[in-house]
């Protein structure tokens, strides 16, 4: 039987060896298959195919790519069977019988049909959703269990008609495939007509293929039980320490670094595009051997859909290149426990499937007015030696810090900059007195809410930055800060504003934030 409910605790540190391995090797598979086009008929013809999603897409040049990524936390490889002692060894991670069958590693893909901007969405694995069908009588539960929560059942139901070996597991794996493609496409409201499956021992057999790759963290930081250590800034690292950058989930030396799930899953996409960018730069797509040892570790390791040909991976490719690629880690309301006390994060559907909707297809931008009213005279503002603290309410890294600099030089003096719970309303407090001041303030950023706090020093104004904050003309002579305070504004009310992924200092973006980093570049992450 599958467990995939819990573990001891030693056995458990080496079963998350494989949460967060997998989404990097797609990177180099879809890489590899981009620029090495000459290798596509290899690959397609080598990597193990399923016929679950059969008929449902024709991956017609004209049709948009929806795909999942699936990550198996298996000890094995694609036919069930062990892996080398040697390979053991390097990962330090048990043997055949340690980890299990869950998809510890979800990312849904969306390509649109005419090759824009690729989105690339990260599900917590640990979120509290509903399993259609209720595999093992497990009707709600973590999201990665949905596959092996079914292996397990459909495992046992076939051996009691009687199948065996290989047949017996690749059926099971199938059915596990349809229950977490299903669970997924009724989490986010989506349909899924492609996957990719890989096993956790592919990330470290491509890493030995590419290594050295250059990676980013924002402050020194050590884990001794998955081996991190690293300085702040750019370093590159080898296949062995790039297992320890994906798979940090704590800091055992630093107690002020308090990382989640959701700090992994933004390792992993920061280490993607580090990844893309190094292999666009570098020789290893015309070093033969190289290609050849991708090639084959891509067929030791990996499942797609059978409608899945490589001229649409060559497309994917594509869509990845550039910067078209935009990550998103999916944001959760709480961390809390089931009835039965396992941990998970607590989510709003309805909130996740608005924003993956707004991020897929924005809404179309109004149509200018034929006969524009004539332009307002610019606002003008004159600090005249007042305080100006800010608090960033609007989840985007460092507004707080950029607003004052830019009153400071309408003559404000800077004081304190911070972050504060995430709000939608931007707002001016004043000090005792200095309510003429507030509201000239208030009337200059926009006609924000003006209210009196006595907890202010004399003589200081603090403005409180929303997400939907907009500041007004000649605020950011330089262009700086345009839009709204959450970067990219909003598709729509029903959205929250992206944070940028990168941002955060030593705390990192809070896990209550959807999280967007771009493709493309070294970037620099908790």
Known sequence: MVD??????????RRRIGVGLVAAFLAVLIGVVGYAVWQVVRLGAGIQRS???????????????????????????MNGKALSADLYDKLHSGDASDGGMNANVLMYVHIPAD????????????????????????CKSKIKEAYGLTFDQESRRLAAKGVSGDALHQQSRDAARKAQIATVEKFLDVKINHFVEVTMIAFFEIAEVVQPVTVCVKQPTVDTYSGADFTAGPQQIDAAQAVAFVRQRRDTSNPSLMFTDLDRSRRQQAFIVSLLTQLKSSATFTNPSKISGIIDVAKRNTAIDSGLDP???????????GGKLHFYTLPIEEFGTT????????VDTSKIRSMVKDLISPPAAAAPSKSPPAASPTPTIDGAGLQIDA??????????????????AKGFRAGFAGNGSQQAVSEVAYAVGARAEGERLG??????????????????????IGASF?????????????????????????????????GGGTSGPPPTALTELAGEGVPCVK
């Open 443 to 464: 009337a200059y950023l926009g006609n924000l809410t003006v209210r009196e706090d006595s907890s202010l020093a004399p003589g200081t104004l603090k403005v409180t």
């Open 339 to 346: 009835p039965g006390g396992a941990a998970v994060n607590i």
């Open 470 to 502: 907009t500041p007004p003309p000649g605020l950011f002579p330089d262009g700086a800060g345009s839009g709204s305070a959450g970067g990219s504004p909003s598709p729509s009310a029903s959205a929250t504003a992206p944070v940028d992924a990168t």
């Open 115 to 138: 090759g824009s901007k690729a989105v690339a969405f990260s599900i917590p694995r640990d979120d509290y959703v509903d399993l259609p069908g209720c595999p093992d009588k497990q």
């Open 391 to 408: 608090v960033n309410a609007s989840g985007r890294a460092g507004a707080a810090k950029q607003i004052i600099e830019a009153l400071a």
């Open 4 to 13: 995939t409910r819990g573990h001891r605790p030693a056995v458990y540190r």
């Open 51 to 77: 016929d679950i999603l059969a008929g449902q897409s024709e991956s017609g040049s004209g049709e948009e790519v929806n795909l999942l990524l699936m990550g198996l936390d298996s000890r094995l490889d």
């Open 311 to 321: 001229l649409t991976l060559v497309k994917t490719a594509q869509a990845m290149q």
